[in-house]
Structure formats: C-alpha cells, structure tokens
C-alpha cells in the first residue's frame, strides 16, 4: 500500500463529490487506535441504556442469512466498488428483540469506542437511495478481520462510512438524539445521494482538505493495525 495507491481517481457513476480506490483501506476517525481482538459475536441491543436483549453467537442462525453487492462510499470522497457482505438484516434482529415500537433515534457502539449516531427509519427500511442494513459477518465470501470490522460490522451502503461501525457490539435506541461523540463532523443522516457530509459546513469547503487527509490517514490506521490490543486506546 502506498501513498499514490491511496490516491482517490475520477471514475464516472460514482455519487457527488466521490473518487475511486481500487483497494480497500481500514479507515477510521481515530487511525491509531488500536483493533480489538476478536471473538464470537455478541451484540447487546438496549433501549434509554436498558438492556432488551443480548444477541450471541449461538443465536445468528435464528435470522435469514443474506448476501448483498454494494458500493462503499467513504466521507472524505473516496469509493470502493463491489464489496460482497454476508450477514443478517438489521431490521430482523430489531424486530425480533425489539419489536415494532421503537424510539426514534439510536446509536451504534463499537469495541473500540467508535459510535455513531442514526435516525432509526434511516436502517430499518431500504430505498432506492437507501439499500438494506445489514449486520455484517463476513466480506467477500471469508469472515471479517480485524482490518474490516470482525466480528460484526453495520453495513449502511447509502450512508457515508463513518456510519458503517466495525467491531459492532451495542445498539442502544434513544427517544431524544444522541450527541455524536465526533461533533459537528458527523451529519445525523449522512446520505451519500444528497452528499451530506457534515452537520454544517457545506460540501465546497470539505471535498479538497478531506481527500488530501486519505493516505496519511489510511496509512497510519495500518500502523493501528499492528498495535497489540492490550495496550490501552488512543
């Protein structure tokens, strides 16, 4: 991997403002920070902080298992095309646990203290701009590493990446929403169609600074890769 393989390229049919990877780089807000080690799924699902119920490994045989081709569209404007996730609907395990009457915000909790911030109709039901929501196990066709999310990933393919959380492990639905634990950089919907990359600065002032962030970031969350994760987060 290198710094001119990491460089976005123009490609027609991609959504506003995005550039296309050939590959796929692990990605995160905090580069750095370190991979959780990984394990049999176990997916705690609560509403207001209340636990409803813990979704084991033991359990996913319960759902309907799918396999779903979707683009990958990054924030900082690069797309990765063709991703093959297999998993299990979002909103089956929802439903299940859940119910119908659910509270209209939630947020989705990683192992390594990533978080983001939904409206619940956002993951429920798919769009044409919207496709289903997928609690992911596996990307073309092996299980996740710990470079892509293992053991679980949220698959949101029409929402910018930074709602897609790796290392899934908590959702917690809320009737009031949730402060995003990245600020103002998080945009509570995150549309790739209507590029909405951030709560409030417009897409102009974003598209340059965020694409020349790419191969420094991509890079240094290889190095996060090879921290031991028994050291403490960054």
Known sequence: MT???????????????????KQFPRFSDKPLRWAPKTGPVSLAISVEGDLIAKVEHSAWDEFERIDQTNDFHCVTTWSV??????????????????????????????????QAVFRTEDVLQPTVLQPTVLLATHLDGAPL????????RLVSPGQYGYKNVKHLVAIDF????????????????????EEERHSSLPNWMLRVPYRL???PTALAA?????????????
């Not at 998993?87 to 119910?99: I, K, N, S």
């Not at 509270?103 to 990683?110: D, F, H, N, V």
């Not at 600020?183 to 790739?192: D, F, I, Q």
């Not at 290889?222 to 960054?234: F, I, N, V, Y």
């Open 174 to 193: 809320r009737h009031d929403e949730p402060a995003s634990t990245i600020g103002p950089k998080e945009h509570l919907r995150a549309r790739v169609a």
């Open 145 to 152: 590493d710990a470079k892509h999310g293992a053991p679980l």
């Open 3 to 21: 710094v001119l393989s990491l460089w976005p390229r123009r490609a027609k049919g991609l959504p506003p403002g995005q550039r296309e990877l």
């Open 213 to 215: 962030t790419v191969a």
């Open 222 to 234: 290889e190095r996060g890769l090879r921290r031991s994760p028994d050291k403490t987060p960054a």
């Open 81 to 114: 095309r063709g991703l093959r996730w297999s998993g299990v609907r979002f909103v089956d395990v929802v439903r299940a646990t859940v119910g119908n009457d659910l509270p209209p915000y939630l947020t989705a909790s990683a192992a390594d203290r990533q």
